[in-house]
């Protein structure tokens, strides 16, 4: 697992404009990648609100699987244990996807996810599913 806070922790890198979160990316696709080449499962966490991005990464890699998590602005706020979308909403926090920078919802998803209806449970059950009726696992 690749989880986007952690990934930034370990390289020191807590910007979160356009250029940074770009590059965030590339190194966690990059890592992913060299991980995939040695026969790991990966996963990645972490939020690329650009198409280009997340088209970009899936062109680069094999058995690439992108899920989509959607989630209502008013669900996320009242999940948000560390009050981050109050923070954003009175200008503490800038460049906040979902507040102050957009989120570009795609149309190459492999699988979406209203985790503002599913339960984690129901979330887990799609995701398994998904990888079975695929044959990622048996």
Known sequence: LIDGDLFRKKILNFKYDLKN?????ILKARLAKKYQKEGKIVIVSG???KKKW?????SNMSNFIEVYTKCPISVCKKRDKAKNYKKAQIGKISNFIGI???YEEGNS??????TGQLTVSGS??????????NNYVF
């Open 47 to 49: 939020i690329a609100n």
């Open 100 to 102: 102050n920078e957009k």
């Open 109 to 114: 998803v492999d699988l979406k996810i209203n």
């Open 54 to 58: 997340r088209s970009d990464i899936k």
């Open 21 to 25: 979160r770009e590059k965030i990316g």
């Open 124 to 133: 887990l059950i799609k995701i398994i599913n998904y990888l079975k009726k």
